[in-house]
């Protein structure tokens, strides 16, 4: 199973607002609607932004929105902010015959 | 509130075996399964497999197929992580986090980590 595709980096400035792509295929990232989210400031773990491609979990900014068409799924970050300067990883279901994972190669987001 | 706590930092000599641990609270621990997610320095992400603490089923990812056993002990809350024939690319901080469970595919929260160096 091969890592979903996201851009290496992305960058805006404060108030601005920025989109990260992850690109699968049909067995993951287009044939389920179990695409989530996940920010990770350095030396922390992973927290839990987006499920189900668009629902925010409680606690989350919404500033914070995600969708997806085909086999590309998308964060959207409204508004941005200096904390929100972090790497983001997308994550998909790809099971059918098999109950398994795949993140993507993750997205270092740079407020400038 | 909901906590994963995993165990402390390894080091191991290649071809050696660690067993990481993660100990639940503030959830029914047979709600939810546990998943295992790794990250080689300065790298991403990987998910490694998860463990249904229900019925202890599990499903690896295929590149660890063999080398990896993820166990859970209902008493004590508490999952397991044993990667065996350790490689210096086992490197890694490796995470447990709650999920997938009947409510969803996500992972939410996540442990603090645990880094195993291999190493000679």
């Known amino acids: 199973q091969s890592a979903l595709t996201q851009p290496a980096s992305v960058s805006g400035s404060p108030g601005q607002s920025i989109t990260i792509s992850c690109t699968g295929t049909?067995?993951?990232?287009?044939?389920?609607?179990?695409v989530s989210w996940y920010q990770q400031h350095p030396g922390k773990a992973p927290k839990l932004m987006i499920y189900?491609?668009?629902k925010r979990p409680s606690g989350v900014s919404n500033r914070f929105s995600g969708s997806k068409s085909g086999n590309t799924a998308s964060l959207t970050i409204s508004g941005l902010q200096a904390e929100d300067e972090a790497d983001y990883y997308c994550?998909?279901?790809?099971?059918?015959?098999?109950?398994?994972?795949?993140f993507g190669t993750g997205t270092k987001v740079t407020v400038l | 509130q909901v906590q994963l706590v995993q165990s402390g930092a390894e080091v191991k000599k290649p071809g050696a075996s660690v067993k990481v641990s993660c100990k639940a609270s503030g959830y029914t621990f047979t709600s939810y399964g546990i998943s295992w997610v790794r990250q080689a320095p300065g790298q991403g992400l990987e998910w490694m497999g998860w463990i249904s603490a229900y019925n202890g089923n599990t499903n690896y990812a295929q590149k660890l197929q063999g080398r990896v056993t993820m166990t859970t002990d209902t008493s004590t809350s508490t999952a397991y992580m044993e990667l065996r024939s350790l490689r210096s690319d086992d490197t890694a901080v490796y995470y447990c986090?709650?999920?997938?469970?009947?409510?969803?595919?996500?992972?939410?929260?996540w442990g603090q980590g645990t880094l195993v160096t291999v190493s000679s």
């Open positions: 994550c998909s279901y790809a099971g059918s015959s098999t109950f398994r994972y795949v």
């Open positions: 049909s067995s993951d990232v287009g044939g389920y609607n179990y």
């Open positions: 986090a709650r999920g997938p469970s009947r409510a969803g595919n996500w992972f939410d929260p």
């Open positions: 189900d491609v668009s």
